[in-house]
């Protein structure tokens, strides 16, 4: 099993950005997939981003897309969220999470979830 710790939140003005960082621990992150979601104030949990085991390939809501880059450092066992160009409606608790699927080229289902860090953007 593995544990998830996602840091790096904060409050940015918007244009601005951040980077959000997942540590994972008690197994190599390189046995999971990764993945990005957020949760805005009375909405549900959505998708961000998620990329793979190798970190080949990753993929991205519309959102974000040009915006935000998912990465990893297999080596350091932390997966990373770089975000750029933040707008208000980027605001949410940003979680990462861990999938043992064989492969995320159509989808995530999350094994395993971090604890969230928030995000704030002001306009």
């Known amino acids: 099993q593995v544990q998830l710790v996602e840091s790096g939140g904060g409050l940015v003005q918007a244009g601005g950005s951040l980077r959000l960082s997942c540590v994972a621990s008690?197994?190599?992150?390189?046995?999971?997939?990764m993945g990005w979601f957020r949760q805005a104030p009375g909405k549900e949990r959505e998708f961000v981003a998620r990329i793979s085991r190798s970190g080949s390939y990753s993929y991205y809501a519309d959102p974000v897309k040009d915006r935000f880059t998912i990465s990893r450092d297999n080596a350091k066992n932390t997966a990373y969220l770089q975000m750029n160009n933040l707008k208000p409606e980027d605001t949410a608790v940003y979680y990462c999470a861990a999938s043992v699927q064989v492969s995320v080229a159509l989808s995530f289902i999350a094994d395993y979830w971090g604890q969230g860090t928030q995000v704030t953007v002001s306009s």
């Open positions: 008690g197994r190599s992150l390189s046995t999971y997939n």
